[in-house]
């Protein structure tokens, strides 16, 4: 059973959300070349556990015109993003371009920022400093004030990635590749922190990977397969103390496991397409999930609703 403060860490580790969402192919129906599109999603996580609502309204404009599947999918889109949840929020900016219906290209700008409360934030004067659940959970016992404890912090972090996808009949294949850069306020004399939303130790002014995977087969409305994930921070020698050498959190991490994703499809450019979807995985490799404080047969879940569709 876990301890009150235990709960308290888990619970407070809360999900920046992006949504799965792999389908099949656009209708052919003429739509506008300029469209306002909405998304609106809630989700849940374990393991570790967070909650969170997320919303997305982007600017979307055809490139040019194509009758073919692989081609008529096309845009440039900006959108404006959020974040809500009780321990911090994320507001920031996005755009992306689509030249064909199977790539994408985007960059994005956030801005954090912690509120003190619910065991965030937390931060490390090294990245070979024990950070596993058990220190989170005790540090965020201790009282306000103190030099481990939990405190309010803002930073932002600027997101560059590709998504390239192909669907052959039923089946389809997606890849999504991100770099992420981060840039916090830290406690003096601290030069790591933990970004619970992909439940990682980063380097203040330094990058992360994360790549994922889907394999799925689809009907146009349900969407099942396996999904599998790896991320990385790419921690350099001044996220050490001096004379210090790489720990543990250096190293990859990887989940693996089967993902589902329903929608209640109406016609592309409808103004409300509700869907749910669900994955379900184990964590391959990770310094502290994997036997060393949580046990490797816990699994990563993760659960939501999403709405989405055209304003205009």
Partial sequence: MLTRPATRIFLSNLVCLCALHVGGAAAAEELPSTRWVYRVTAAGRTNPIGLGIGTRLALRRQLYHSDAVALRDNAAAGAVTAVVTPAFTRVGAAAEVSPA??????ATWERYDFFGTVGMAQSFPSAASNSGPAELARRAALPPGSSESPYALKGQQVTV??????QVGHWLVRDQARLFWNQADLRGGDRVFWDPSVDLIVGNGGWAVADDLDVAWTDGRLTAGLTFNVLKSLLRSSDYLPGERSSPVDAWRARLGPSVNYTWS?????????????QVQWWLVHPYRTGQEAPALVPWIYLGVSAAGDLL
Wanted: aromatic share 16%.
């Fill in 101 to 106: 219906s199977f790539a994408t290209l985007f």
């Fill in 161 to 166: 990635g590709a998504t390239l996808g192909v």
């Fill in 266 to 278: 109406e016609p592309v450019g409808s103004r409300f397409v509700p869907s749910a979807f669900a």
